[in-house]
């Protein structure tokens, strides 16, 4: 509903894109949380978005693309790492999820 009446690149849409995203990697369907995740980040990117919300995209898109792209889903997990070590006080449980998530798929 929101996509058709502010267009495909508000950013309103990267929040429930996100929960999107994490629904479907729930649910097994990787190729569909990457390619959603993936959107949501490109609409996080191109917007002034918290770094706390960039990170968590960025950690759902990495989970989703273990299976298809193990370097690129290392590296938005380090990114994401990175991100929320930026943003300190307040993440310090999605800090130590995407660090035991780093360690435990090498």
């Known amino acids: 509903i929101g996509e058709h009446a502010k267009g ?3 950013e309103s ?3 429930p894109l996100t929960e999107l ?3 479907a990697l729930a ?3 990787n190729g569909q949380a990457a390619v959603t995740a993936g959107r949501a980040l490109a609409l996080a990117e191109s917007h002034v978005t918290l770094d706390a919300d960039v990170a968590d995209i960025r950690f759902v898109l990495a989970r989703a693309l273990y299976d298809s ?3 690129r889903a290392q590296e938005l997990a380090r990114r994401s790492r990175d991100g929320f070590v930026a943003v300190g006080v307040g993440r310090e449980g999605s800090l ?3 660090e035991k998530w780093i ?3 090498p």
């Open 8 to 10: 495909k690149n508000d």
């Open 13 to 15: 849409l990267i929040k």
């Open 21 to 23: 995203a994490r629904l």
């Open 27 to 29: 649910a097994g369907q």
């Open 69 to 71: 792209d193990r370097a």
């Open 96 to 98: 130590q999820a995407v």
């Open 103 to 105: 360690r435990s798929h």
